[in-house]
């Protein structure tokens, strides 16, 4: 494992990636930012008001027109590529704006589901990156890219998760696989109701400038920390 290529990114921290990672997938970062919540919230919750609305313009904004140039916009069309890249057929697992806006078409609308989903969701239609978050106190060290190895379980002491195979493509901490790319991270390690601490992250890929990557980032930070203020 390298801590090479690891930095300061505006408001947020280029995590590491192992050398046998960095080698294939040069171009590919994770970028990850902290969130302390001076005051628990419901995460897991109803969504306040404004946050309901900003969904229902959200999915006024992606129609069955809209859905169908998705996959011909730039920011989409790079997930699409990297993910036949490492092996994904985005037309089986689709990406994750993929994956939403098609729920968006069966249900109608972009449903509130809860505090923390309903804001990692906002800022993925905005952005078309997708967020992911960890309770950071669950963490042992900072996040990074490596290679799974044969046997091993997402998780902290989790023996109902499934082994892993070899050379898996997961995100990490200093001990553990907590997610594989692209895929919900760990259940144990994943943000309770009344957490206070937060590790959000996102993926970049080739063809998804930093500044999308930081604002999908920013957007997420900002509304948390301002729906624990009360604003």
């Not at 078309?128 to 190895?149: E, I, M, Q, Y």
């Not at 063809?207 to 900002?222: D, I, K, M, N, P």
Request: aromatic share 4%; hydrophobic share 45%.
């Amino acid at each position: 494992m390298n801590g090479a290529g690891a930095g300061e990114s505006g408001g947020s921290t280029v995590g590491w990636c192992a050398p046998e990672v960095s080698e294939t997938f040069p171009e590919l970062r994770i970028v990850t930012c902290e969130v302390r919540l001076e005051r628990a919230l419901s995460l897991t919750g109803s969504s306040p008001p404004a946050l309901k609305e900003r969904l229902r313009e959200l999915s006024n904004r992606w129609a069955g027109a809209q859905a169908i140039m998705l996959r011909s916009q730039p920011v989409p069309a790079a997930y699409r590529v990297f993910f036949r890249h490492i092996g994904l057929d985005p037309d089986v697992q689709r990406t994750p704006l993929e994956e939403a806006v098609m729920r968006r078409l069966i249900d109608g609308g972009f449903l509130p589901r809860g505090l923390l989903e309903d804001v990692l969701l906002a800022a993925l239609v905005d952005t078309g990156v997708a967020v992911w978050a960890l309770d950071a106190g669950t963490l042992d060290g900072p996040l990074g890219l490596r290679l799974s190895s044969a046997g091993e379980r997402l998780g902290r002491d989790d023996a109902k998760a499934p082994e892993l195979q070899a050379g898996q493509l997961v995100v990490a901490d200093a001990s553990r696989a907590l997610a594989l790319l692209f895929a919900a991270p760990a259940r144990r390690h994943c943000p309770r109701a009344d957490s206070r601490r937060l590790a959000l992250f996102s993926l970049q890929v080739p063809g998804v400038s930093t500044l999308h990557v930081e604002e999908a980032l920013w957007s997420c930070r900002t509304t948390l920390q301002s729906l624990a203020q009360g604003l």
